[in-house]
T-cell receptor, first 116, second 120 residues
Framework: AQTVTQSQPEMSVQEAETVTLSCTYDTSESDYYLFWYKQPPSRQMILVIRQEAYKQQNATENRFSVNFQKAAKSFSLKISDSQLGDAAMYFCAYRSANPAGNKLTFGGGTRVLVKP | DTGVSQDPRHKITKRGQNVTFRCDPISEHNRLYWYRQTLGQGPEFLTYFQNEAQLEKSRLLSDRFSAERPKGSFSTLEIQRTEQGDSAMYLC??????????????????FGQGTRLTVV
């Protein structure tokens, strides 16, 4: 079974600064997807960024980028130029590339606080 | 279509009562998932459907839990004889899969706002 670990329960960042969230995972599969989801208070979870394991290039979406280290099974998220609206819980998630194994396995989450 | 819709948003029930939640996925999505999220934790997978077929159930889904997706559209999750440990946020998500073959692109899962259950 796959597991996802987020070792930082909470991170604080000054507005306009950069914060990096850590995520490690364990799997025996070679092909899979990794995701970062954002869950604002009392709002639904939304996808921030996605990485396919077969791609060596790190994914980037505007101010969000990842550092994917497949051998180390590490998948960190960098939020640049942090904004007040970035304050939320962030979850790292794993999904098998096998269509039959399509469920998401989540980490425990990291709360991001943004200070004005 | 405005996204995944869940009803009710909040439910307070007495221990031992039965509750039922509903999820309406994005209309063209053939996969529907149920997750449970306790306070301060990440969501945990419960079960998923492809069209009307329930393809996988987690061991978290005890025999007091049952899920259905008649006609492959909306889904219901019923909890019988609720216990205090059932208090959680129940999340529904949907996605579209184009085929049964490995390598087909899997689309992202879209989540609803969840149903928060409190058992008193």
């Amino acid at each position: 079974a796959q597991t996802v670990t987020q070792s930082q329960p909470e991170m604080s960042v000054q507005e306009a600064e950069t914060v990096t969230l850590s995520c490690t995972y364990d799997t025996s599969e070679s092909d899979y997807y990794l995701f970062w989801y954002k869950q604002p208070p009392s709002r639904q979870m939304i996808l921030v960024i996605r990485q396919e394991a077969y791609k060596q290039q790190n994914a980037t979406e505007n101010r969000f980028s990842v550092n994917f280290q497949k051998a180390a099974k590490s998948f960190s998220l960098k939020i640049s130029d942090s904004q007040l609206g970035d304050a939320a819980m962030y979850f790292c998630a794993y999904r098998s590339a096998n269509p039959a194994g399509n469920k998401l396995t989540f980490g425990g989450g990291t709360r991001v606080l943004v200070k004005p | 279509d405005t996204g995944v819709s869940q009803d009710p948003r909040h439910k307070i029930t007495k221990r031992g009562q039965n509750v039922t939640f509903r999820c309406d996925p994005i209309s063209e999505h053939n996969r529907l998932y149920w997750y449970r999220q306790t306070l301060g934790q990440g969501p945990e997978f419960l079960t998923y459907f492809q069209n009307e077929a329930q393809l996988e159930k987690s061991r978290l889904l005890s025999d007091r839990f049952s899920a259905e997706r008649p006609k492959g559209s909306f889904s219901t999750l019923e909890i019988q004889r609720t216990e205090q440990g059932d208090s959680a946020m129940y999340l529904c998500a949907s996605s579209e899969i184009y085929g049964q073959w490995e390598g087909y692109p899997n689309t992202e899962a879209f989540f609803g706002q969840g149903t928060r259950l409190t058992v008193v």
